[in-house]
């Protein structure tokens, strides 16, 4: 007996993944930086910081898809694995400041602000950029690793879950915010100046950090899909539908739930170490419960356990809110508030389900 194995992507697929990486590696960097201003080829600094940065976004859409499309498992927490990943990088960027700060001390701002004479503790590798790279995967998979494991031992899921999660990014939202922890308070991290010794506000350096970013993304992507066309991914739906069925033929979700969600954890950590050095900030506001919602919508809007539909969503809601926020800035809480619950009531499955309903629609033969 022949078993069918399903294709990670069909031709379609992978024609689209080429004509991302094309876009990503050649097309964006060409009309940034040769196509001159002038020219209606030309792609401005701000496009391209702007895109940037939804695409790390777009990497947080996709990792909550697979906790709560694939798995069921809504999380309002996430926008904390996000900033701990931008807090690592950061922690970096400080120290690659060097003396060109405002008090031309080896120490950041900050610390000479407040009077302390050596780094902390938790600062001691901070001017390795490998060993932050390190913090940036571990940090946010430790955090998720042991809380995971006593949550979902305890069996504590639905509505519950969301509202542990959400009180955990509060609580270390409040911890930051505090002086004392060494991590700049209010203000958080910026004026960064180098990454790697190279000036890092030059168009160059942002546009590597751009390909970089698109290709991050892409790899998430086909790393996700890879996953849930496996029989890891089939375990999780399984799940995800009933929990309970998959106990009694043999399988122990906890291990399934751990790994899934640690893996998102660090997918949001990585995206938080790459949208630091692009926006040039990190502060306690990246782990306010609205980030955290904000993921939930990007999934919700773009679709739930589709994959690209979150990435859509992302880029859908983030364009949004870049125009709303110039030409009617008042308007945009009830922008997004209308846009949830019309996606709701109308699209539950959405945009994604939207487009392939139309794509139903055309095929089926007229009357």
Not at 117 to 125: D, E, F, S, V
Request: one cysteine or more; hydrophobic letters at 55%; aromatic letters at 14%.
């Amino acid at each position: 007996m022949n078993v069918v194995r399903p294709r990670l992507l069909s031709p379609a697929g992978w024609a689209g993944v080429a004509t991302a990486l094309v876009v990503v590696a050649v097309l964006v960097p060409l009309a940034n930086l040769v196509a001159p201003e002038g020219s209606v080829f030309h792609l401005s600094d701000y496009a391209v910081g702007l895109t940037g940065k939804i695409m790390c976004y777009a990497i947080c859409a996709l990792a909550m898809d697979l906790i709560w499309g694939y798995t069921g498992i809504l999380s309002l927490g996430h926008g904390l694995f996000f900033a701990l990943g931008g807090y690592a990088m950061g922690m970096y960027l400080m120290r690659q400041i060097g003396r060109d700060g405002n008090y031309a001390s080896e120490l950041p701002d900050f610390m000479v602000f407040l009077d302390w004479k050596t780094l902390p503790w938790h600062w001691a590798g901070s001017a390795s950029f490998g060993f932050q790279l390190l913090m940036v995967l571990l940090v946010p998979a430790l955090l998720a690793f042991v809380f995971g494991f006593f949550a979902f031992r305890s069996r504590i899921k639905g509505v519950y879950f969301s509202i542990i999660t959400q009180a955990m990014t509060f609580a270390a939202m409040l911890l930051f915010f505090r002086n004392e922890t060494g991590f700049g308070g209010n203000n958080g991290f910026t004026d960064f100046k180098r990454i790697l010794g190279i000036p890092i506000a030059t168009p160059s350096t942002r546009m590597v950090l751009f390909v970089v970013t698109g290709g991050v993304l892409i790899g998430f992507f086909l790393m996700a899909r890879a996953i849930v066309t496996s029989k890891f991914g089939r375990v999780l739906q399984a799940i995800r539908d009933a929990e309970s069925r998959v106990m009694f033929t043999g399988y122990d979700p906890l291990a399934y739930k751990l790994a899934i969600w640690t893996l998102s954890a660090v997918m949001c950590g990585v995206a938080g170490a790459l949208y630091v050095p692009q926006v040039g900030i990190i502060n306690p506001g990246e782990m306010s419960p609205a980030a955290s919602i904000e993921m939930a919508v990007w999934a919700a809007v773009g679709g739930r356990a589709t994959l690209i539909g979150p990435i859509v969503g992302a880029f859908f809601v983030n364009g949004a809110k870049s125009w709303f926020t110039q030409v009617v800035p008042e308007f945009w809480l009830y922008f997004l508030g209308a846009l949830f619950i019309a996606v709701t009531l109308f699209l539950p499955n959405g945009l994604a389900g939207l487009a392939a309903q139309l794509r139903r629609k055309k095929k089926e033969p007229e009357a």
